[in-house]
């Protein structure tokens, strides 16, 4: 079974940054996509940024310009560099697969994701 394991969250004052980093394991094959979305109970998933085996990129409207989502194909590994960082980012984010192309910071047809890390945002 697909597994993905999140690294990175943490604390940061606002105007700050933080890299997640999130490595996929016990498979053979790269995903389609790779990608990640942020959550909390009770809240709607929100895309965050996705990147498919090609290298198209997307971002969600809340992040653009400010995050930074790069892999590391080899590895199988992908990353989000979190710029300019703001409290309304504070959330758990979760790394993501899917197997189809991204759309709105998400991949498309969310297959695995891993169990999250949390980035808390305030001063």
């Known amino acids: 079974q697909v597994k993905l394991r999140e690294s990175g969250g943490g604390s940061v004052q606002p105007g700050g940054s933080l890299r997640l980093s999130c490595t996929l394991s016990?498979?053979?094959?790269?995903?389609?996509?790779m990608g990640w979305f942020r959550q909390r109970p009770g809240r709607v998933r929100e895309g965050v940024a996705a990147?498919?085996?090609?290298?198209?990129?997307n971002y969600g409207d809340s992040v653009q310009g400010r995050f930074a989502i790069s892999k590391d194909t080899a590895k199988n590994t992908v990353y989000l560099q979190m710029y300019n960082l703001k409290p309304e980012d504070s959330d758990m984010y979760y790394c993501?697969?899917?197997?189809?192309?991204?759309?709105?910071?998400?991949?498309?047809?969310?297959?695995?994701w891993g169990q999250g890390t949390q980035v808390t945002v305030s001063s």
């Open positions: 993501a697969t899917g197997t189809l192309a991204p759309y709105e910071g998400l991949c498309g047809q969310i297959d695995s």
């Open positions: 990147t498919d085996r090609y290298g198209v990129t």
């Open positions: 016990e498979t053979t094959s790269s995903p389609y996509c």
